[in-house]
């Protein structure tokens, strides 16, 4: 529905009351004539009064955004355990960092990319920040095999130095350029590719997937910070605000 006809649906509502206090029923339009009356209303709102549509539509919104956020909320604080706690997720940073900052990510992304560059500086300077990695490969057969192969490198101690390269990789990530990556890190290539077709991997990735699902994060990136879904890339201002807001939060 377009946002003008939900604006005149929310107007005719607002006339209702006033219409059932009539001794006689209100009259019953044809489509031509509902048509015709729709057409009067949006000259008149967009013509005549432009700034009711704009605040009316910017109500709108607003709502929407605060049940959204609502949901999201209460979304995240049912699996926190989950989010925060699952052992198969890898970590950086600090592992006793006071706050945890969750991201789910794909290879692919390109905000993803532009969001890794933002993280790597606040990580190298905040020392106090635990930071979990959620495979979320949505972008194709590359995402997943990139994922796969990243899940697999942490048998072998480099998923740090992997994850890195290949989100600061500048060519399209591919089964040969995610290999070329892998080795020029150091991986056993050979090792890699088997591990990463294990039923583990496999399970770890679409236990990203239900989450991801089941607290509404529909796209990448997307983070969780404190009982807070963030979906989009963070500028480093709003990542520092948000870890900020959950250590206030706790000396409460």
Do not use: W
């Amino acid at each position: 529905m377009s946002t003008f006809k939900v604006l005149l649906a929310a107007l005719t509502v607002g006339f209702m009351p006033s219409l059932s206090l009539a001794a006689e029923p209100a009259p019953v339009f044809n489509d031509a004539q509902k048509a015709a009356i729709e057409a009067t209303v949006r000259d008149l709102l967009t013509k005549k009064e432009p700034e009711i549509v704009m605040q009316a539509a910017q109500t709108l919104q607003e709502k929407a955004e605060k049940e959204q956020a609502a949901k999201g909320k209460e979304a995240v604080s049912q699996n926190l355990d989950r989010i925060f706690k699952d052992a198969n997720s890898p970590v950086g940073g600090n592992p006793k960092g006071d706050v945890t900052v969750v991201e789910f990510f794909d290879y692919s992304c390109g905000y993803c990319k532009m969001a890794q560059e933002v993280l790597k500086k606040y990580m190298a300077e905040e020392k106090n920040v635990r930071f979990v990695y959620k495979e979320l490969p949505i972008l194709g057969d590359a995402s997943i095999y990139a994922s796969k192969a990243a899940l697999a490198s942490v048998a072998q101690g480099k998923y740090i130095a992997f994850h890195e390269a290949m989100m600061e990789a500048k060519e399209r990530l591919t089964e040969d350029s995610i290999k070329k990556i892998a080795k020029d890190v150091g991986l056993d290539v050979v090792k890699l590719t088997k591990d990463m077709e294990s039923d583990k991997i496999k399970t770890m990735i679409k236990a990203n997937q239900d989450l991801a699902a089941d607290i509404g994060a529909r796209g990448t990136p997307a983070f969780v910070i404190g009982e807070k879904l963030y979906p989009g890339a963070l500028s480093p201002e709003q990542l520092k605000e948000a870890v900020d807001e959950v250590r206030k939060a706790k000396k409460k």
